[in-house]
T-cell receptor, first 116, second 108 residues
Framework: GAVVSQHPSRVICKSGTSVKIECRSL??????MFWYRQFPKQSLMLMAT?????????EQGVEKDKFLINHASLTLSTLTVTSAHPEDSSFYIC????????????FGDGTRLSIL | KQEVTQIPAALSVPEGENLVLNCSFT??????LQWFRQDPGKGLTSLLL?????REQTSGRLNASLDKSSGRSTLYIAASQPGDSATYLC???????FGSGTQLTVLP
């Protein structure tokens, strides 16, 4: 149980393209979903927290107009990297929380984004 | 702001050794602490979750302890195997903050 599906697993696109990444909780409802970014040989950095039906909360330094997050249902959150540039190339990982913050977060397998 | 430190940054051991990975954090107001492993280029695999009211959790050859008041957690791996080679991350939470990880290599 507690499976989180993240799609696509890898995407390569040209500079200026917008890219959408989906995060789905397959067998549970996620009250909250989180989006992380990981640069090579570094740890995960929280980008934003999203709750179903409300605006996402972004961490300091994360451009909300660059990284659009939509949490349209209790099983789906999307991250859209708008007008992507090479510096946006990174590993993006989502996680889903089935209830309150004392419960474990369940992680997707990540999306490797490469902007040419 | 929560800061998480993991020591050592890298560790190389022969197969069969018991080993301890250390994690320290600055803000003890946490709901829980999770340990994960990450293989190169992959996502996270959850290993253990310790609630803030607990002192330790065990799963197979893994044992994690938590001393919330001192801001410390350890992950003990018994009888290490080459398949244990990965980066191990600790993350105190609910709203998780990740350490930079310990890169473990177990030599056959």
């Amino acid at each position: 149980g507690a499976v989180v599906s993240q799609h696509p697993s890898r995407v390569i696109c040209k500079s200026g393209t917008s890219v959408k990444i989906e995060c789905r909780s397959l067998d549970f409802q996620a009250t909250t979903m989180f989006w992380y970014r990981q640069f090579p040989k570094q740890s995960l950095m929280l980008m934003a927290t999203s709750n179903e039906g409300s605006k996402a909360t972004y961490e300091q330094g994360v451009e909300k107009d660059k990284f659009l997050i939509n949490h349209a249902s209790l099983t789906l959150s999307t991250l859209t990297v708008t007008s992507a540039h090479p510096e946006d190339s990174s590993f993006y990982i989502c996680s889903a929380l089935p209830g309150t913050l004392d419960q474990p977060q369940h992680f997707g397998d990540g999306t490797r984004l490469s902007i040419l | 702001k929560q800061e998480v430190t993991q020591i050592p940054a890298a560790l190389s051991v022969p197969e069969g050794e018991n080993l301890v990975l250390n994690c320290s954090f600055t803000d003890s107001a946490i709901y829980n602490l999770q340990w994960f492993r990450q293989d190169p280029g992959k996502g996270l695999t959850s290993l253990l979750l310790i609630q803030s009211s607990q002192r330790e959790q065990t799963s197979g050859r893994l044992n994690a302890s938590l001393d919330k008041s001192s801001g410390r957690s350890t992950l003990y791996i018994a009888a290490s195997q080459p398949g244990d080679s990965a980066t191990y991350l600790c993350a105190p939470g609910g709203r998780l903050t990740f350490g930079s990880g310990t890169q473990l290599t177990v030599l056959p």
